[in-house]
T-cell receptor, first 109, second 114 residues
Framework: AQRVTQPEKLLSVFKGAPVELKCNYS??????LFWYVQYSRQRLQLLLR??SRESIKGFTADLNKGETSFHLKKPFAQEEDSAMYYC???????????FGTGTRLKVLA | DGGITQSPKYLFRKEGQNVTLSCEQN?????MYWYRQDPGQGLRLIYY???????QKGDIAEGYSVSREKKESFPLTVTSAQKNPTAFYLC?????????????FGPGTRLTVL
């Protein structure tokens, strides 16, 4: 069965420290992976997708098919990064998304 | 103002009553989705629709029903059969063509059963 696992419910880091939000997936086909973010009192929105291989707001994520992971990283956390982050898997050939349970990131001053 | 809208923002329902949550989009997207968001459980898919007059059950469809009579609209009815309906409900839309499409989310409706 397809599944997305985010093992950390809460991650607290100090401003300027590196951040890594973990995401592991289970899917036998070719995955499409995304990170979505929800800032306080804002809508859930796309942060980045693996196919783009881009850096958004300093965040990057690399798909590791061997480890079935798609961890989100940022070298220096900022207070404005505090939010809820969801990893999502879209299975090829369908329009169905599977979301992880989310990780709340708190960046402390 | 373009985008995806949900109404109402807050909804209260007595036990045993059906209630319908509205979702409208003017993005000309083919695909629309309903999710339920509970603390610690992330987003769980209730129903999704790829095109007008067609929809599929998601992972937690029991106690819910939908319709897709128009491209712009995808209302969700929470029936009295849903055993634990108090939750935050999110609607989303997607272009629906090709791969790696972004989902656009509405602001959500918080349903409370009294």
């Amino acid at each position: 069965a397809q599944r997305v696992t985010q093992p950390e419910k809460l991650l607290s880091v100090f401003k300027g420290a590196p951040v890594e939000l973990k995401c592991n997936y289970s899917y036998s086909g070719s995955p499409e992976l995304f990170w979505y973010v929800q800032y306080s009192r804002q809508r859930l929105q796309l942060l980045l997708r693996h196919i783009s291989r881009e850096s958004i707001k300093g965040f990057t994520a690399d798909l590791n098919k061997g480890e079935t992971s798609f961890h989100l990283k940022k070298p220096f956390a900022q207070e404005e990064d505090s939010a809820m982050y969801y990893c999502a898997l879209s299975t090829s050939g369908t329009y169905k998304y599977i979301f992880g349970t989310g990780t709340r990131l708190k960046v402390l001053a | 103002d373009g985008g995806i809208t949900q109404s109402p923002k807050y909804l209260f329902r007595k036990e045993g009553q059906n209630v319908t949550l509205s979702c409208e989009q003017n993005l000309n997207h083919d695909a629309m989705y309903w999710y339920r968001q509970d603390p610690g459980q992330g987003l769980r898919l209730i129903y999704y629709s790829q095109i007008v007059n067609d929809f599929q059950k998601g992972d937690i469809a029991e106690g819910y029903s939908v319709s897709r009579e128009k491209k712009e609209s995808f209302p969700l009815t929470v029936t009295s059969a849903q055993k634990n309906p108090t939750a935050f409900y999110l609607c989303a839309s997607e272009r629906g063509q090709g791969l790696y499409n972004e989902q656009f989310f509405g602001p959500g409706t918080r349903l409370t059963v009294l």
